[in-house]
């Protein structure tokens, strides 16, 4: 026999061998029934083991964590919401400061209008009156309304674009905490079954209190009820942003409804005034044509009486010169008649 035959012969016997596998087999089995034994306990009675009670804290602090998340998700959608409503409104009073001001410079407009006509008028015609004041007092008040609705305007289109700041910025922390409840809902689930497969059960989440969604009315509260970890900074500074943005807003429309109150108002009021002045100056010169017609038509019936009377004059002119050539016609004759007498035999008479 070689070497090598007679050592691998006398290390590795098949009896040994047999023996060891044997034993090998029975202590698998004792583990077996161990594990299965652990696992019956633990359900019939588990034990505070340390793995289980920090799996236990892990998953209350990650449902905790979840629930200020989805907190704090449903404060900034409100936020967010009343931001778009803030929009809104401030649109609509967009909309009512450019038709004011659009009112403005058609008032302003046909004061030029007026002006441009009233300068057309004849030489003894252009020396002012109170109707030239009523128009320099209406277009200087219309010109100070429209300056001032133009800032407003400028203000309210500011604000504006604070408020698409504003939500742009809500809408970038919504996004990015609705990707950390994703995750965390994700690594929620992974922990539930790891711990549902060492305990041999499904481990139920445990029930807490849960936190009451803040309502539309009290979105200017303190978020005291949300962890530090959870209000990251920049949801903080959004939430502030937003917080002064509307209130700014909301003074803004204020004003704006006050200066629109006020600019209705006064243009009522200076119009008021220039039509009456109008009224009166169109019943003056009204009075004055009625006048000048009358006048007129006096003016006409003494032309016609003197016409008339014209007219008699040269009848009667007529008159009398006929009756004057008849006479010299008589005279003419009787005249010839006489010397035909004297010519022939003397005078017989007449």
């Known amino acids: ?37 652990l696992a019956v ?18 998953n209350d602090r990650i449902h905790a964590y979840v629930r200020a998340t989805r907190n704090l998700l449903l404060k900034l959608r409100k936020w967010f919401i009343a931001t778009n409503e803030e929009i809104k409104s401030l649109n609509r009073s967009k909309e009512a400061l450019e038709k004011a001001l659009e009112h403005e410079r058609k008032d302003i407009d046909l004061n ?5 006509l009233r300068e057309q008028r004849t030489a003894k015609e252009k020396e002012p009156d109170g109707v030239d004041e009523l128009i320099s007092k209406e277009v200087v008040r219309m010109s100070s309304l429209k300056r001032l609705l133009e800032f407003q305007l400028r203000r309210v289109q500011q604000q504006l674009q604070a408020l698409g700041m504003t939500r742009a910025r809500l809408a970038a922390v919504i996004q990015e905490r609705s990707r950390v409840a994703d995750l965390i ?3 929620l689930a992974s922990s539930v079954r790891s711990a549902s497969v060492i ?21 200017k509260a303190e978020n005291h009820d949300i962890p530090e970890g959870v209000m990251t900074p920049e949801a903080s500074q959004a939430m502030a942003m937003a917080t002064e943005n509307i209130a700014k807003s909301e003074a803004i429309r204020k004003e704006v409804v006050s200066t629109i109150s006020r600019a209705e108002v006064t243009q009522g ?22 006048h000048l017609q009358v006048s007129n038509g ?12 014209y007219d008699l004059q040269e ?8 009756r004057d050539s008849v006479c010299v016609c008589v005279l003419v004759g009787v005249m010839f008649y006489h010397r035909m007498c004297l010519k022939f035999g003397g005078v017989r008479g007449l």
């Open 1 to 37: 026999n070689s070497p090598g035959r007679r050592e691998k012969m006398s290390v590795v016997s098949d009896k040994w061998k047999e023996t060891s596998i044997h034993e090998i087999g029975l202590s698998q089995n004792v583990i077996a029934l161990a594990e299965n034994g």
């Open 41 to 58: 306990g633990r359900r019939a009675d588990p034990l505070p083991f340390l793995r289980d009670v920090c799996v236990k804290e892990s």
């Open 112 to 116: 030029y209008e007026c002006t441009h």
């Open 185 to 187: 809902c994700h690594s």
């Open 199 to 219: 305990r041999g059960g499904p481990v139920a989440p445990p029930r807490k209190k849960a936190h009451s969604a803040p309502t539309p009315f009290a979105l």
């Open 269 to 290: 009021s200076v119009h008021n005034a220039v039509n009456q002045g109008f009224s009166q100056k169109i019943s003056m010169t009204l009075t004055l044509q009625q």
């Open 298 to 309: 006096e003016t006409n019936l003494a032309g016609h009486k003197c016409q008339r009377y």
């Open 315 to 322: 009848k009667a002119q007529g008159y009398a010169m006929v």
